[in-house]
């Protein structure tokens, strides 16, 4: 604040001192640590900055730094020092475990590791085991170019990440422990894949299909889909189904985890009758796989449908219900 905290009013009818004013305080820009990025573009008051280091650098500091009201970032000024924890890998495929591995992992660990594959592929992840302390050490997935923050975040040591396929060909998995206790770790395979073959969807909205859709999909399919709201909950509603009874299966869920099942595997030729959504949760996910034939010698062109933000109302105006199993609303 600038000018006088107390104004009293004199016998001349004038008011002492002067008429404050308050100012926004900024903090300045900070920059970016060398070999690394900061993220947020705001120095003011409350603002709060992102600080990340590159693959093969780690971030020794402050991750985050808020400006306070005196002007001053909390913290100090993260450094990235080069790290053998971390990497940048190529396709087609490969193993990612986490330090020491299958024996605890160490305190204070900041590792990226950074895939990529070839242009017309995605990067599919399939994680075989993950602990890690809950709420401390987590282990964070982040899409092709969106590396300002991760799109999906893992800890805890109740579930395992469910596969998940980039947008685009690249990447990144980030791991971060804090300063005391730690767990098993994880282990995860990545591989190249076609791009109709899953994908990571977040925000807007638009149609996903089974590959090939509608002339048909492939024997040995496994795809993933990940429909992500940043503030939201997404919702599917199929508008097309028809694939291999019993043998080509659709399994819909939601949660960071996919720990909220809406159906562990669907199949045949009946449409859903309403959408898939969780109300609350930010993340659905969609997996697709089929055996290696087609025992009943019909055509199936597979399964198509729209996605888009969560409305609480369907087409007859009627207040839609949270769905969590499928049985009781297939025609
Ligand atoms: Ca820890
Ligand atoms: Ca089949």
Redesign the pocket.
Known sequence: MHGSEVRTCQTNGIWTGTQPSCPIVSCGDPGAPINGIRYGKTFTYQSTIILECDPQYKLVGDLTRTCQADGQWTGTQPACQSTSCGTFLNGPSGTVTSKNFPANYDDNEYCTWQIQVPVDKKVRLDFTEFRTETGKDFLMVYDTSRYDRPTIVFDGTTYKPPPFTSSGNVARVRFISDGASTEKGFSFSYKQVDTDCGGVYEDGSGTISSPGYPNG?A?NLDCSWLLYRTVDTPDFIFTDFD??EN??LVAVSTGRFGEEIITNGWSGNRVPVDSYFTVGSSYMWIRFT??????DGRF?PGWSGPYKKYWPYGANGKKKRSLRKASAWMK
Do not use: P
Request: no cysteine.
């Open positions: 999909y024997n694939t291999e043998y080509d089929t055996n290696g034939g087609n025992g199936h």
